[in-house]
């Protein structure tokens, strides 16, 4: 009877343990979307200041997280990749400033 009782302790503390580890991943995950978010509003930003272009902060946004998309899988075209935090900044900038150019090439006209 002990040993199951000693089971039964064990098992709800692994099933509790599982479950802040559940946990943090989850507050890891929405951390990394909220920062992932705030750096691509940061790149479109530069780049809208860069390519001489006044938007909304939610207009950045956009416009930077997709220039980071845009701008890695055209560097990657090329055959260049980031290696580093400054690298993929500088990429995500490039692909934002790409964005911006189609953006007024389409919706300004």
């Known amino acids: 009877m002990i040993t199951l009782s000693i089971?039964?302790?064990i098992a709800l503390i692994c099933a509790f343990v599982g479950c802040l580890m559940g946990l943090f991943s989850l507050v890891g995950l929405l951390v990394s979307?909220?920062?992932g978010v705030?750096?691509?509003a940061l790149a479109?930003?530069?780049a809208?200041?860069?390519m001489g272009t006044e938007t909304s902060f939610a207009r950045n946004a956009v416009l930077g997280v997709l220039g980071s998309f845009v701008g890695e899988f055209?560097?990657?075209m090329v055959g260049i990749h980031a290696t580093g935090s400054f690298s993929s900044f500088v990429i995500s900038i490039l692909g934002a400033c790409v964005c911006i150019w189609v953006d007024n090439k389409l919706f300004k006209g």
């Open 7 to 9: 089971l039964i302790v």
């Open 33 to 35: 979307l909220v920062i």
């Open 38 to 40: 705030l750096v691509g």
């Open 44 to 46: 479109g930003y530069i």
């Open 48 to 50: 809208g200041r860069f």
């Open 74 to 76: 055209l560097f990657g």
